[in-house]
């Protein structure tokens, strides 16, 4: 783990944040699709942006990445990444369709991935919001299919950030009879790195984290 001020128990306010908006993202797809849907995050990281190619597989590995900006009091970037094999599988559970070659997903398969990364970024979003009691907004959802290390190359230089750090989570999305493996990345700006550790730290004095689940909405640009 990157040495910035993070330590166990931020790391486990982060993971606690994951797992209420996990839950609810899972409640989402779940009543969307009406077959049950689990998210899991066996792992999660702050780590400098140079090391996610390596942690990842190398910046030559083809990914298959829904992607957003976020914007307002907390700015940044979000990436929701599937390998190839995975992106087609999930496509395929939720279209019905039987796509074997990503070149081959029609804009009923992409709107089904874009659609997943915009639950599963919504909910965590909001649930970030009010942790951090601020107003966040995400964009549309973009798609790219591309090696990882230009994925993050053009979204750096689409940000103009000067940042170092990502909260990487590791993704297990189960449905029916099959585990399917992602990474949802969140590329910081300077000033929201210092507000998350400057938030997390009131947890420190409590013996156990209490997160709490309200109403406050994300707004989602147009």
């Given at each position: 783990?990157?040495?910035?001020?993070?330590?166990?128990?931020?790391?486990?306010?982060?993971?606690?944040?994951?797992?209420?908006?996990?839950?609810?993202?899972?409640?989402?797809?779940?009543?969307?699709?009406?077959?049950?849907?689990?998210?899991?995050?066996?792992?999660i990281?702050?780590?400098?942006?140079?090391?996610i190619?390596?942690?990842?597989?190398?910046?030559?590995?083809?990914?298959a990445?829904?992607?957003?900006?976020?914007?307002?009091?907390?700015?940044?970037?979000?990436?929701?990444?599937?390998?190839?094999?995975?992106?087609?599988?999930?496509?395929?559970?939720?279209?019905g369709?039987?796509?074997?070659?990503?070149?081959?997903?029609?804009?009923?398969?992409l709107?089904?991935?874009?659609?997943?990364?915009?639950?599963?970024?919504?909910?965590?979003?909001?649930?970030?919001?009010?942790?951090?009691?601020?107003?966040?907004?995400?964009?549309?959802?973009?798609?790219?299919?591309?090696?990882?290390?230009?994925?993050?190359?053009?979204?750096?230089?689409?940000?103009?950030?000067?940042?170092?750090?990502?909260?990487?989570m590791?993704?297990?999305?189960?449905?029916?009879?099959?585990?399917?493996?992602g990474?949802?990345?969140?590329?910081?700006?300077?000033?929201?790195?210092?507000?998350?550790?400057?938030?997390?730290?009131?947890?420190?004095?409590?013996?156990?984290?209490?997160?709490?689940?309200?109403?406050?909405?994300?707004?989602?640009?147009?």
């Amino acid at each position: 783990m990157t040495d910035i001020g993070f330590d166990q128990i931020r790391l486990d306010a982060l993971r606690e944040i994951s797992s209420i908006a996990n839950g609810n993202a899972a409640t989402s797809l779940s009543t969307m699709l009406g077959a049950k849907v689990d998210i899991a995050v066996p792992n999660i990281m702050m780590e400098s942006l140079e090391k996610i190619p390596e942690l990842l597989g190398e910046r030559e590995k083809v990914v298959a990445a829904v992607h957003f900006s976020v914007s307002g009091q907390v700015g940044g970037s979000m990436l929701l990444l599937f390998s190839p094999s995975e992106s087609l599988e999930l496509v395929n559970f939720f279209t019905g369709q039987n796509v074997t070659q990503m070149d081959s997903i029609d804009e009923m398969g992409l709107s089904a991935l874009k659609e997943l990364g915009n639950v599963v970024t919504g909910s965590y979003v909001r649930v970030l919001a009010e942790e951090l009691k601020v107003r966040i907004a995400y964009s549309v959802p973009g798609f790219a299919h591309d090696m990882l290390g230009a994925i993050l190359d053009e979204i750096l230089a689409r940000l103009s950030l000067e940042t170092e750090y990502a909260i990487i989570m590791e993704s297990e999305f189960t449905v029916p009879e099959k585990i399917h493996q992602g990474h949802l990345i969140f590329i910081l700006a300077p000033k929201v790195l210092s507000a998350i550790i400057k938030a997390l730290a009131s947890w420190e004095s409590s013996d156990q984290t209490v997160i709490r689940n309200s109403n406050v909405r994300a707004n989602q640009k147009p």
